[in-house]
């Protein structure tokens, strides 16, 4: 799943605690990271493990520019599981893996700064 990248996106509006509660984002590990030639842009297959249980989650991510294939695995990242999963070409992308626009609009992942528990819910 991916979504358009702006790094001058104006501010949301305002929302309630439990409209931010609805949103679920959990911690994964990547255990697989392939290259996804079949995407519009360019983008990698991520295979995500969120630990029990949720599992393992596969996720189209257009980090290209700042990652490598084998960068990615082993490495964690933040990700929404509660959006509908997603065709993207012949994949099912099950997970939104989230990240910030670098200067370019690049993406940039988003994970914690030391190893925690794989599927932790922000808070």
């Known amino acids: 799943m991916h979504v358009t990248h702006d790094a001058a996106a104006p501010a949301a509006p305002e929302i309630g605690f439990d409209q931010f509660l609805a949103v679920d984002i959990r911690i994964g590990t990547i255990v697989e990271a392939r290259e996804f030639p079949q995407a519009r842009k360019p983008a990698y297959r991520l295979t995500i493990d969120f630990g029990a249980p949720i599992g393992r989650k596969t996720s189209s991510a257009q980090i290209t520019e700042h990652y490598t294939l084998d960068d990615l695995v082993g490495r964690q990242v933040a990700a929404v599981v509660n959006f509908p999963p997603r065709q993207i070409g012949p994949v099912m992308s099950e997970v939104l893996t989230l990240g ?5 609009g690049k993406v940039v992942l988003v994970g914690p700064s030391v190893p925690v528990p794989n599927g932790g819910r922000l808070f």
Do not use: G, T, V
């Not at 910030?100 to 370019?104: E, N």
């Open 100 to 104: 910030f626009p670098d200067a370019d």
